[in-house]
């Protein structure tokens, strides 16, 4: 990422600094270790969001259920599935086949170290391909959730009190600036508040891409985002994330 005069500039505090003794005695203080790894992605958020934007999301989120539960937080995966967005300079993808098998060997990774289930934390629309990988994990008998789901979001859009519904704040919204404004203001150019754009209809998008229904690559209301929305909806996710901490540590017969 750069900065007006042409810097970079990095986000620290993304890669977790745990020791192997922290992690180990963590683990014996719980009867199911779960570990919890955030998937973001590396594509255009219009002109004053980061490539990195679904990450930061990710792992803010992953952040705060890390502080509230007992879980081993893992590093992001970055680069994902973002092919509808490749009209735009600097978006990179890999294949959804790629992704499955680089979490299904996490998983089986974590599984061989004493882990027992695996939460993924998508902050990236486009993964679909993580559904299947819970679904079939799932299947197999292993204990593995993708978070959050739409209701989640749903509860943390009503206490953070946002006023974009779900389907307009499609990409570079009021949610992802709130969050960015509350976790890495920083990272956040001057401009959102001048870039709304929504386009409700967008029953093409996968076969078209992005670049059929937004110029400047934002569709929703980024100028009604804050910090202060951001702060509630990350403390609802982690308040939402108790019933799948719960499901995933409890006894099975």
């Known amino acids: 990422m750069t900065n007006g005069s042409g810097a970079r500039t990095a986000a620290y505090g993304l890669l977790p600094t745990d020791t192997t003794e922290e992690v180990r005695t963590r683990g014996a203080g719980v009867s199911t270790q779960v570990a919890v790894l955030p998937v973001g992605s590396f594509e255009q958020h219009g002109p004053f969001l980061p490539l990195a ?6 792992c803010a989120v992953a952040r705060e259920i890390a502080a509230a539960y007992p879980v081993h937080l893992l590093p992001p995966v970055t680069v994902s599935c973002s092919h509808e967005h490749a009209a735009w300079p600097g978006t990179v993808s890999i294949s959804s086949v790629t992704l499955h098998a680089v979490v299904r060997d996490i ?7 004493g882990v027992e289930a695996l939460v993924v934390v998508n902050g990236h629309g486009g993964n679909y391909v993580l559904g299947n990988v819970v ?5 197999r008998g292993e204990r593995m959730a993708l978070y ?5 979001w749903e509860t943390a859009l009503s206490r953070a009190g946002v006023e974009t519904s779900a389907l307009t704040d499609m990409h570079a919204g009021e949610i992802e600036t709130s969050i960015l404004l509350h976790a890495h203001p920083e990272f956040v150019r001057p401009g959102h508040e001048l870039a709304d754009f929504t386009a409700d209809d967008r029953r093409h998008l996968l076969t078209l891409g992005m670049s059929a229904y937004t110029e400047s690559g934002v569709i929703g209301r980024p100028s009604l985002g804050s910090a202060e929305k951001g702060k509630e909806l990350l403390a609802s996710l982690a308040d939402s994330f108790g019933a799948v901490f719960e499901l995933l540590t409890s006894a099975r017969g």
Do not use: I, K
């Open 53 to 58: 934007t679904d990450t930061l999301v990710a």
């Open 107 to 113: 998983a089986e990774s974590l599984h061989r170290s």
């Open 135 to 139: 679904q079939e994990a799932s299947a």
């Open 148 to 152: 959050p789901a739409a209701e989640d």
